[in-house]
């Protein structure tokens, strides 16, 4: 059978949650992150409302370079405990209205962010209507807006909502596929990142109609088995199956310092911190973790990871304690640079 796939995500998640909590600030840019500290600030935007975007600020941008672009956005900070339970809400009007209709496959890819298939509908008209009443629901209970893309499988409903955004619904229906991704850029394909992107354009390649004139075997040959897969994903083919159970892959934390340091004490002391904060998650959902990673970025920006694969599982705060401090110690002792950021993350089973 012919599979139908839906993809829907929230429009600038937290950015509306705060615009819905605080009309006060209704039509004006806001930006939801780090503290921007009168432009000194030292931390990232999450994300940025739709009228902030305007502006040039977009999610991952240093506070400080969002501040210069618009220093009269509205700045407010990160509250992740709401925000999931906004989530949680969406997606029961979602499992809700995806089980009305006899349908089972759910996948949650992040917080604002789901797959459905709703092959079962079995036509694209049914699949519309069924996506206009769920953006209805999700609007009428939550005030809350999204965009969701449909099509033959994840990479064409996922590039299809990317396309709508924001609050717009696109279907793309398999005999329209190759039209349309045809002049979209390559970087939209997944797999395609700035270093693949560059190397593509050197050889004059930028949209996807110009990348399906290579052949499989040159691709192959260019970016290994990634390369494969870009042949097929260029062709809109995409064998992805909606994964139903929700899995947590990992648990991580990180701090960025007031000011770069290389004093240990200080280092240690809010490493020491993050990991009884990774430690209380694994205990709250009674994890094992069997791999264990310390991210360090340096004053320059650059950024190494180090990790240990332990022989077995373990749930002990001692032995997370010890590896960690392990990695974090050949950080220390290997670089005289000063730290920006540290982080730890644990591989959880
Ligand atoms: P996205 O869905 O990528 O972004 P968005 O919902 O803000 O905007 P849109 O989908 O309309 O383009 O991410 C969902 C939330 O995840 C976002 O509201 C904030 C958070 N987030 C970060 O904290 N840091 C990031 O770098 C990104 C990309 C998202
Ligand atoms: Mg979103």
Known sequence: MKRIILHLDMDAFFAQIEERENPQFRGKPIVVGAEPKGGRGRGVVSTANYKARKYGIHSALPISKAFKLCPNAIFLPVNISYYQKVSEKIREI???ALKRKGGKKMEIVSLDEVYLDISFLKSYKE????????KKKILKREKLTCTIGIGPNKLVAKIACQKAKPNGLLVITPKKVKSFLGPLDIEIIPGIGPKTAEKLRKIGINKISNLRKLKKSQLKEMFGKVGEIIFERVRGIDEREIKTEKV??????QY???KDTKNPKVIFLVFEKMLREVYK???????YFKTITVICRFSNFETHTKSKTLKEKSKDLKVLEKEAKKLLLRFLVENSRK???IGLRVKIC
């Open 339 to 341: 730290i920006r950021l």
């Open 127 to 134: 699949a519309k209507n069924f996506a206009q009443e769920l």
């Open 248 to 253: 947590i892959k990992s648990i991580g934390k």
């Open 94 to 96: 979602i499992s809700q």
């Open 256 to 258: 960025t310092f007031q």
């Open 281 to 287: 998650e694994l205990k709250v959902e009674n994890f």
